[in-house]
């Protein structure tokens, strides 16, 4: 059974720990609540602040390299020197396509100290995609790690820029004393940095808190990626609401972080959290769920982040005697489920799970301040949650136009009121900002972001999540576009029609992405792993559709629209008529046509995806 209410006897038992953790949560609120107008808040002067606080404590472990915060600012103020020196000013942006490492904070850091935004590419971009997403920001440079210049290569040539010497690269090594050798048309970052002083850089033009920091690029609800500006201000936010008052962290907690850093949660929420407590932020490339307990032990974490696939993945791990040997009793993340929350705690002895909803574009988070199971917690922003229409993020009006809020306990679409504490941030993109935003919703005049999310609450003010609609599915931690997939599709030339969307697969997270489609009437059969090959070339892993219909036309409705919701329900049945259904069936590498046993083992959970 999982927790369906939170009831204010709950509320009273959480309070011996939120006594004991007051002081933290008094000076967490300070910076959480700070306003735009202190200029001396930013992620440089969090740095800056470690370092003269906790300078031989380490703030990054990796492998077998442990990085003290001294040393960390220091090489972020060469970083700072090199960027000013190429010419870079306050509110410029540069790229960063690197994997997981500590050459990547260091550039965010020592870029954040001359009001330089860093673009935070996702790795498994490629082709169009990542073509689309670097010159959606007009970046003046693009750092590009050794173990990516294969697929930046690939758009090398279309990338828009103004510098004369645009493309840095870092060997996939330790930088910091060894530069290796740059490929032709690049610049060894690490050998100009290294020409450069430890020293604190003085911009001419420093930059404040509400200055971009970041752009995250997000599926949004429609098309290719959007990129989402975050401020210095959402570091502070999640400097003082995560690190201070939800996790308490301190100068010998150690975060393990295996979320990608071009994500929210791993950059602004946990690294964040880290900063928040003078504390060591223990990355690792990719998750592993075989070698997540052994890296916990090797690291001596005592926190760590997660989605909530991450723990569906260690929970399926053959429970073992060593599932609590280890120090973790905090993790911070979101997706966890409700079905598996209790179980997780149990199994590995966590004692805290500060379960937060945000979006890297939004305006409003909620956080589990009070540490109770199965709710992403409250928020002290203004919102509401309203009726919708089904299979949809569209908000249902009434007579006079107005939106309609749901009962307590039904589900509803969560929307945030957008005022002047609580500004949406938006996208690079005037007109993909101006589409999440609602105005005239419940008085002529006001506007609120539509986050496209279904909650519901559960008592207290605290929210449960239900599901993510409209154009948008989430597999594998990542949101999908279906416009964008649909899109890569229709490029292919193999289909006269495809419609994408998520299904669900009983014991996973999330929905998989699936496609409808109608081959080319060109008299010649469909090669549906020619399909894949393609799809392959030109989409993450994630994005590539699992499941594929083949099928001769797709209904639709009088006014020519997709009837989705009847297609969704129909998911990898096997049963119409002249419709044939593939899987990409997890270690092949195509597409296999689904039996009715193989659906059987699918629909029984025995195919693990």
Not at 298 to 321: H, M
Request: one cysteine or more; a neutral charge; charged letters at 25%.
């Amino acid at each position: 059974m999982t927790q369906d209410n939170v009831s204010p006897r709950d509320i009273a038992r959480s309070l011996p720990g939120i006594l004991r953790r007051f002081p933290a949560i008094a000076k967490g609120y300070y910076y959480y609540s700070v306003k735009n107008e202190n200029k001396d808040l930013t992620l440089g002067t969090l740095v800056d602040r470690n370092a003269e606080k906790y300078g031989h404590r380490p703030a990054i472990l990796f492998e077998d390299r442990s990085i003290t915060w001294r040393e960390f600012n220091g090489w972020a103020n060469r970083i700072a020197g090199f960027l000013k020196t190429e010419g870079l000013i306050r509110g410029d942006t540069i790229a960063v396509f690197l994997e997981n490492r500590p050459e990547l904070l260091a550039v965010v850091a020592g870029a954040a100290k001359v009001g330089v935004a860093c673009a935070m590419l996702n790795t498994s971009q490629k082709g169009r995609v990542l073509e689309h997403s670097i010159n959606l920001v007009s970046p003046k440079m693009v750092v590009v790690g050794e173990e990516l210049v294969e697929a930046f290569d690939g758009v090398k040539a279309d990338i828009r820029t103004s510098h004369p010497n645009p493309f840095l690269f870092l060997a996939d090594t330790n930088t910091m004393n060894i530069f290796g050798d740059a490929p032709e048309g690049y610049v060894n970052m690490a050998a100009k940095v290294s020409a450069h002083r430890n020293t604190a850089p003085k911009p001419a033009d420093p930059p404040t808190m509400g200055d971009t920091a970041i752009y995250l690029f997000t599926s949004g609800t429609t098309g290719l990626p959007k990129a989402a500006p975050g401020s210095h201000r959402k570091f502070m936010k999640a400097y003082g609401g995560f690190g201070m008052m939800s996790l308490d962290m301190k100068p010998d907690d150690v975060l393990y972080c295996t979320l990608p850093l071009y994500h929210g949660t791993a950059l602004l929420v946990c690294w964040g959290s880290v900063m928040a407590g003078g504390s060591a932020i223990a990355l690792r490339r990719k998750f592993s769920a075989s070698a997540f307990w052994d890296d916990v032990r090797y690291f001596q974490a005592t926190t760590f982040g997660y989605v909530g696939e991450l723990c569906r993945y260690l929970l399926n791990q053959p429970p073992s005697e060593q599932d609590r040997n280890h120090n973790l009793t905090k993790m911070i993340g979101n997706g966890l489920r409700p079905s598996i929350w209790k179980e997780f705690k149990g199994r590995f002895g966590i004692e805290t799970v500060a379960e937060l909803y945000a979006s890297s574009e939004g305006n409003i988070g909620f956080s589990n301040f009070f540490n109770l199971d199965n709710t992403v917690g409250f928020s002290t922003a203004p919102y509401k949650l309203v009726k919708f229409h089904d299979g949809t993020r569209d908000p249902v009006r009434n007579d006079s136009g107005f939106m309609q809020e749901v009962e307590k306990g039904e589900p509803g679409l969560l929307i945030g009121e957008i005022t002047k504490k609580w500004s949406f941030e938006g996208y690079t993109q005037k007109e993909a900002t101006e589409k999440s935003i609602l105005r005239d919703a419940f008085k002529k005049g006001d506007q609120w972001f539509n986050t496209g999310d279904v909650l519901k609450e559960i008592g207290c003010g605290h929210l449960q999540f239900v599901d993510r609609m409209g154009d948008t599915f989430r597999w594998k931690g990542e949101n999908v576009s279906t416009t964008e997939v649909e899109n890569i599709i229709d490029g292919s030339n193999m289909v006269e029609e495809a419609i994408v969307y998520g299904v669900e697969i009983p014991g996973t997270n999330g929905k998989a992405g699936m496609v409808t489609l109608v081959p080319h009437a060109n008299g010649q059969a469909f090669d549906v792993n020619r399909l894949f090959r393609y799809l392959s070339d030109n989409l993450p892993p994630y994005a590539i559709p699992v499941f594929v219909r083949v099928t001769s036309a797709i209904e639709k409705t009088g006014t020519f629209k997709y009837r989705k919701v009847d297609i969704q329900k129909a998911g990898y049945s096997i049963d119409k008529p002249g419709e044939e259904v593939y899987a990409w069936l997890p270690g092949t590498d195509g597409y296999t046509r689904l039996t009715s046993e193989l659906v059987t083992e699918i629909d029984a959970g025995k195919v693990r995806f």
